[in-house]
């Protein structure tokens, strides 16, 4: 005969229960017996919420969004952590931010169905966060500033533009990051226009930057000066693949082969 899990303590029936999915917690784990009803009730067991609609999901957009909206109500308040992938919404970004006043990390990856301007009117109710990943989900222009007024322990942020959104030399975002958020450690900002100019302002205004995420951000240039100071400042450096929009003079090829081989370590 097997264990009685209804004999277990309930701190380690709890621990159990908190690192099942979300999903089955919702629509079958809270509904096995008044146990683990009663622990499911528990605000602490909704403090993380990690949602994905992948291919073999059997549940649509429309129900993901309601087991989303589910879990955040039952964290009354104490949700920490939310991850979402593809399926959110303007209005479950809305309830979210009226119950997650606590969050620390947030991550709204190839979430499509959020309009430019939304995550703008939501974000001054996240005054705790430190990490924030919309990569792929479009943040309007003005976004990067209001998160960066509205976030000031903010350490780390990714996002990424659309290559045919401004396919223009544009340093908005990079003076932006420089001039609002000052603790960060990782920044990732995929495909985007900054120059050097811009990239120069971030180091600036950014000291405590561990790392830099900066693929297919190809209107830079690295030799010289800033690569240096790139390979001397940042820990952590991603570089546009090949760094093809490199033209090396011979004179230089060697010192700059040995700084872009510490880059990548």
């Not at 992948?54 to 957009?61: A, K, P, V």
């Not at 974000?123 to 705790?128: E, I, Q, S």
Request: charged share 25%.
């Amino acid at each position: 005969m097997g264990p009685n899990w209804l004999e277990l303590p309930i701190d380690i029936t709890r621990n159990i229960l908190q690192r099942l999915d979300i999903i089955n917690i919702v629509t079958s784990i809270c509904l096995v017996c008044p146990l683990w009803w009663n622990i499911c009730k528990d605000p602490s067991m909704w403090r993380t919420i990690h949602m994905s609609n992948n291919e073999t999901s059997r549940y649509s957009d429309e129900d993901l969004v309601n087991i989303c909206r589910y879990a955040a109500e039952r964290s009354c308040g104490q949700l920490e952590d939310i991850e979402i992938v593809s399926f959110c919404t303007d209005n479950l970004l809305q309830y979210i931010a009226s119950c997650g006043s606590q969050l620390r990390r947030i991550r709204l990856t190839d979430c499509q169905y959020i309009s430019y301007n939304q995550f703008s009117e939501v974000v001054n109710k996240f005054p705790m966060l430190e990490e924030l990943d919309i990569t792929f989900s479009k943040p309007c222009k003005g976004s990067l500033e209001v998160i960066g007024q509205s976030c000031p322990l903010l350490k780390s942020l990714k996002f990424s533009r659309l290559i045919s959104e401004e396919y223009m030399k544009w340093n908005d975002d990079a003076f932006v990051i420089a001039k609002t958020m000052p603790e960060l450690r990782h920044l990732s900002m995929i495909d985007n226009r900054l120059t050097n100019v811009g990239l120069e302002a971030i180091l600036d205004g950014c000291p405590l930057l561990e790392s830099l995420d900066l693929q297919n951000c190809f209107l830079l240039d690295l030799r010289g000066s800033l690569g240096k100071r790139c390979c001397d400042q940042i820990k952590d450096f991603v570089l546009p693949p090949d760094d093809e929009n490199l033209d090396i003079d011979s004179e230089d090829e060697n010192q700059f082969a040995m700084m872009l081989s510490n880059l990548h370590v």
